[in-house]
């Protein structure tokens, strides 16, 4: 198995595929890192040689990819919601933060439905 920025990357994908294992290579940017780096990106991970391995690493670090995004995406959330924006305030309550409704959806954001205490039921 090819390990690239501490990720195992699946062996019977094509490399282009494979690649998109990192957080922040997509597929886009997986074609792109095989065409500089040199690689077939119909190639099997498993059958590509040391040599193309590590062209693909060293094309990988000109990007920032795995903890460097997370960490920089964590920093921006919490930047916004220490200055108080709308969008972390949103972060802050657990709400969607991009406009989306929440009178319908948002269960995943939400969560389940909370029970609110002698709520009387309105009937005759």
């Given at each position: ?20 294992a ?14 500089e ?8 991970i ?77 009937g005759?």
């Amino acid at each position: 198995m090819a390990r690239i920025k501490n990720i195992e990357l699946p062996n019977e994908k094509h490399t282009c595929i494979g690649l998109t294992a990192i957080y922040g290579i997509g597929r886009n940017l997986a074609k792109t890192i095989c065409k500089e780096a040199g690689v077939d990106p119909a190639k099997k991970i498993k059958d590509l040689t040391d040599n193309e391995i590590a062209a693909l690493r060293k094309e990988i670090d000109k990007h920032t990819v795995e903890g460097d995004l997370r960490r920089d995406v964590q920093m921006n959330i919490k930047n916004k919601m220490e200055i108080n924006c709308y969008q972390g305030v949103r972060h802050k309550k657990g709400l969607p933060v991009r406009g989306q409704r929440t009178s319908r959806n948002a269960k995943t954001r939400k969560g389940k439905g909370k029970v609110v205490a002698n709520k009387k039921k309105v009937g005759k």
